[in-house]
């Protein structure tokens, strides 16, 4: 059962940044799909990338795309995710996310249903 931990969220000016960190407790991170995603109350969750198991594929939703950067540290266990240039709609809760059935995420946005584990998620809210 792996647990992922979100860490890193805040509240930022518009046009600024911040890193958001998941640790992963797992003995095999190495062997899952990572993801984040986002939610805000009353919305159904949205995918902001996905990283495939070695780090070198990666796919973003097109409301971040050259603006946030997802990443891995398979000797750490840990996913990273580097918000630059943020805007307020960017606000909501940030989740990491684990699939442990592939090792390469399939192209475009991912979905919620195939990720099996997730974070309970940190808040970034970001003002104008």
């Known amino acids: 059962q792996l647990q992922l931990v979100e860490s890193g969220g805040g509240l930022v000016q518009a046009g600024g940044s911040l890193r958001l960190s998941c640790a992963v407790s797992t003995r095999t991170f190495s062997s899952y799909v990572m993801a984040w995603f986002r939610q805000v109350p009353g919305k159904e969750r949205e995918f902001v990338v996905s990283?495939?198991?070695?780090?070198?594929?990666?796919y973003y939703g097109d409301s971040v795309k050259g603006r946030f950067t997802g990443s891995r540290d398979n000797a750490k266990n840990m996913v990273y995710l580097q918000m630059n240039n943020l805007k307020p709609e960017d606000t909501a809760v940030y989740h990491c996310?684990?699939?442990?059935?592939?090792?390469?995420?399939?192209?475009?946005?991912?979905?919620?249903?195939?990720?099996?584990?997730w974070g309970r998620g940190t808040q970034v809210t970001v003002s104008s």
């Open positions: 990283i495939s198991y070695n780090g070198g594929t990666t």
């Open positions: 996310a684990a699939d442990g059935n592939r090792l390469i995420p399939h192209p475009g946005p991912g979905r919620v249903a195939e990720y099996d584990y």
